[in-house]
């Protein structure tokens, strides 16, 4: 069974970071594309980012292009998202996401985690 379980939410002020993390398990870590993305109240599930099998490739979202930077550990079977300069918009769920596509987007991914709740204050 594929488990993607996300932890690293909070709360943060406005400008600071956060260090989200997606560990998984019962997949091939190594064999499948990764992605984060997000989902604010009331608006659609979004793309933040995305990294290629072996890290060779990365992919932001205009929005976090310069602020997050996404990384994998294969070894580890873990992916992470390290988020700087937070802004108030960009409080919501973020979501950890597998793919066997060779570049990730919402609807694409085969497998999604439960969420990790962000929240940026002003």
């Known amino acids: 069974q594929v488990q993607l379980v996300e932890s690293g939410g909070g709360l943060v002020q406005a400008g600071g970071s956060l260090r989200l993390s997606c560990a998984a398990s019962g997949l091939t870590f190594s064999w499948y594309t990764m992605g984060w993305f997000r989902q604010a109240p009331g608006k659609e599930r979004e793309f933040v980012a995305g990294?290629?099998?072996?890290?060779?490739?990365?992919y932001y979202a205009d929005s976090v292009k310069g602020r997050f930077t996404i990384a994998r550990s294969n070894a580890k079977s873990s992916l992470y998202l390290q988020m700087n300069t937070l802004k108030p918009d960009d409080t919501a769920v973020y979501y950890c996401a597998a793919s066997v596509a060779t570049i990730p987007g919402p609807g694409n991914m085969d497998y999604w985690g439960k969420g990790t709740l962000v929240t940026v204050s002003s």
């Open positions: 990294i290629s099998r072996i890290a060779g490739n990365t």
